[in-house]
């Protein structure tokens, strides 16, 4: 007699239901095994992952270039090509992040709060793994194992979904990860690799609502407004950043010239780098001609209002007059739009209206300007005195982040583990009763 067809949880057939839903099925039974684990057991996983990594690195190699292949014979542009690219240094680099994940606090069981009730009853906030985190993310096949540690090490089980270009680097490494979780004991599905290229794959994750407890996407602003939009799967928004830096009427001149030209030029195709300069009109026409020349020198075009295209004809620097979609651009490249404002408040205005909420600063020797300036900015951070480049994980402290959260909700800012869990309160007694 054949039997029965095996359950779900949400009392299904499993052969009834889509491969990614199967996916998302396995995870959440991984899910289940792994939250209650303790710490050593997930550390000595995390090492036999980065040990399989350096073992196993030419043959993610002789995948990634495959991806790379591709990508070339497609006319990717050159910077997007080296985001995709894996060599042996780069991954000996990724497994030497997962040993430091390895070495962070495990945030599972951190009491958040706790006390005793007048009546007797003992009440604790702990922290408890999310579940099953869904990540959607474009290009870098270092975010895999990245994702994979960060949610390893704070008791969540993994469904990845990144991009067609690098789906022979992932799965490549998604195969390495599997591989040493069952050396060390634990479920190979708390990682996976959502099965499918196609954007419908992409759309089951995101209405897997139920089996998948939250989804976090990566990438540009398309992609993170679809899933933002589309989702019913509970989102954490990452960010673009149109972060700003402000000119301050009080500012050090030399330090506000090396925080812009940092800030923009240090890295500019990540979301922490500065789309924006404002500068407070009576420091413009000594600071512009000055600005205008080390942002040239760093190779940086500057889209300026007009006081900033009248700046430029003077020093012979041809300056695109900017609008609203300079404003508005997150332009990841060598592109910064610029304009003079008249105070401090018109500066706020400025970056509430046109940012995206990730990161602004202010350049200033007045410490009230520099108080005004962080109590009006609803950002998730704000600089004083300091290169919007500061915004990371790993510059914060927090040892590695799962993506920059620019939302209000759960988690804001960088994302570090404590972010990828929630909270249960369990409450102790000794036999007390509700009464009327």
Not at 8 to 15: A, K, N, P
Not at 192 to 204: D, F, I, K, T
Not at 358 to 371: L, M, P, Q, Y
Request: charged letters at 20%; hydrophobic letters at 45%.
């Amino acid at each position: 007699m054949r039997p029965a067809p095996a359950t779900t949880l949400l009392g299904m057939s499993s052969e009834t239901e889509s491969p990614v839903r199967q996916a998302a099925q396995r995870a959440r039974t991984a899910a289940a095994m792994i939250a209650p684990l303790p710490r050593a057991a997930k550390d000595a996983a995390l090492l036999a992952v980065a040990d399989a990594l350096r073992a196993r690195a030419a043959e993610v190699v002789a995948a990634n270039a495959e991806d790379v292949a591709r990508a070339r014979a497609d006319g990717v542009s050159d910077a997007m090509v080296d985001r995709l690219t894996l060599t042996e240094e780069r991954i000996a680099g990724v497994a030497s992040d997962v040993r430091d994940v390895a070495g962070l606090p495990d945030p599972v069981g951190e009491v958040v709060r706790g006390s005793t009730l007048p009546n007797g009853l003992e009440l604790r906030q702990l922290r408890v793994p999310l579940g099953v985190v869904g990540i959607i993310y474009e290009g870098r096949p270092n975010v895999t194992a990245d994702a994979a540690a960060l949610c390893l090490k704070s008791g969540n089980a993994v469904l990845l979904r990144g991009s067609s270009s690098a789906y022979a680097s992932n799965s490549a490494l998604v195969a390495v990860l599997r591989d040493a979780l069952a050396a060390a004991g634990l479920p190979p599905d708390a990682v996976q690799l959502v099965p499918g290229q196609s954007r419908a794959s992409v759309h089951e994750l995101m209405r897997a609502r139920g089996l998948v407890d939250v989804l976090i996407p990566r990438g540009g602003a398309g992609l993170i407004r679809t899933v933002v939009e589309e989702s019913t799967v509970p989102v954490i928004e990452t960010g673009t950043g149109n972060c700003h830096v402000y000119v301050d009427e009080h500012a050090d001149l030399d330090l506000a010239e090396k925080i812009l030209v940092n800030s923009k030029a240090q890295r500019p195709s990540v979301c922490n780098a500065a789309e924006t300069v404002l500068v407070h009109q009576s420091v413009a026409d000594v600071f512009l001609p000055r600005a205008l020349a080390a942002l040239g020198a760093a190779g940086v075009t500057v889209h300026g209002d007009d006081s900033w295209v009248k700046a430029g004809a003077a020093a012979g620097v041809e300056v695109p007059l900017a609008d609203d979609a300079d404003w508005a651009a997150e332009y990841l490249s060598y592109d910064i739009a610029a304009a003079v404002v008249r105070s401090l408040d018109d500066a706020v205005g400025h970056i509430r209206r046109w940012s995206s909420g990730h990161t602004e600063a202010i350049v200033t020797r007045d410490t009230g300007a520099a108080r005004r300036f962080t109590a009006l900015v609803d950002s998730a951070a704000v600089m004083v005195n300091a290169s919007t480049r500061f915004t990371d994980g790993a510059e914060f402290g927090f040892g590695a982040e799962i993506g920059i959260s620019t939302q209000k909700l759960h988690a804001r800012g960088p994302m570090g583990l404590p972010e990828l869990t929630s909270t249960k309160y369990v409450v102790t007694g000794d036999g007390q009763l509700k009464g009327q």
